[in-house]
């Protein structure tokens, strides 16, 4: 199996203002990202983090350049493609849990995969004792704290078994207890999973322990 998963060639992105003024955004990422490495974006707010997590994620597109997704052209995809492969290979975990309130946590991890058409509630129980929430599997989002809820997101993250898993500030709103037991978790979950995690994150104790860090100032890495 190829060992590089991400292959991100001279990205480039801005916004549009007001009618005269583009704000630019990200100006010529390069950067490679390798199979089961859990990589840290760190940077001051603004640096461009959260954009560059986007666009790996296919969640916008970029003004120019090229990003390989296990070598092939992500943004040469139509749209109907490109969702497909969004839901089969990537997954996503943000600051905020944003499970769906009137869901209990079993039925939230399995929503990507109805959505994929191969519901699997076998394999999502299976995760909710990975990240040791079996026992909650039937209580709703606000019958769980908040730390048990970033777990089921990172539980419901896994369920398509995706090739990468995108994290922005997953440890942002927790106390220090739970981020450390997120941060464990997510190391646990890529050596036994074989899984690949790049994570936007502040807290630098995080980042330290990460594989590699990509250090982002102004739109570039440094």
Do not use: C, W, Y
């Given at each position: 199996m190829e060992k590089l998963l991400l292959d991100i060639k001279d990205i480039r992105k801005s916004y549009k203002i007001s009618?005269?003024?583009?704000?630019?955004?990200?100006?010529?990422?390069n950067c490679q990202i390798n199979r089961e490495e859990i990589v840290a974006i760190v940077g001051k707010s603004g640096a461009g983090k959260s954009t560059l997590l986007h666009l790996m994620g296919t969640l916008d597109t970029p003004d120019s350049g090229k990003i390989f997704f296990d070598g092939t052209d992500v943004y040469s995809m139509k749209e109907k493609q490109l969702s497909k492969?969004?839901?089969?290979?990537?997954?996503?975990?943000?600051?905020?849990?944003?499970?769906?309130?009137?869901?209990?946590?079993?039925?939230?991890?399995?929503?990507?995969?109805?959505?994929?058409?191969?519901?699997?509630k076998d394999k999502a129980i299976e995760l909710l004792k990975e990240v040791g929430l079996e026992d909650r599997k039937n209580h709703r989002p606000n019958e769980l704290s908040g730390g048990?809820?970033?777990?089921?997101?990172?539980a419901r993250a896994l369920i398509n078994s995706p090739d990468l898993i995108l994290a922005d500030e997953p440890t942002g709103n927790l106390d220090t207890q739970n981020a450390d037991g997120i941060m464990n978790l997510i190391f646990n979950l890529r050596d036994k999973?074989?899984?690949?995690?790049i994570i936007v994150t502040h807290n630098e104790e995080f980042a330290n322990r990460c594989d590699r860090v990509i250090r982002m100032n102004d739109g570039l890495i440094v």
């Open positions: 009618k005269e003024k583009n704000l630019d955004v990200l100006k010529g990422i492969f969004r839901n089969s290979k990537i997954g996503f975990i943000f600051q905020f849990h944003h499970l769906l309130p009137e869901f209990t946590a079993l039925e939230n991890v399995l929503i990507a995969s109805m959505i994929s058409g191969k519901e699997n048990e809820a970033q777990r089921i997101a990172i999973l074989k899984q690949t995690f």
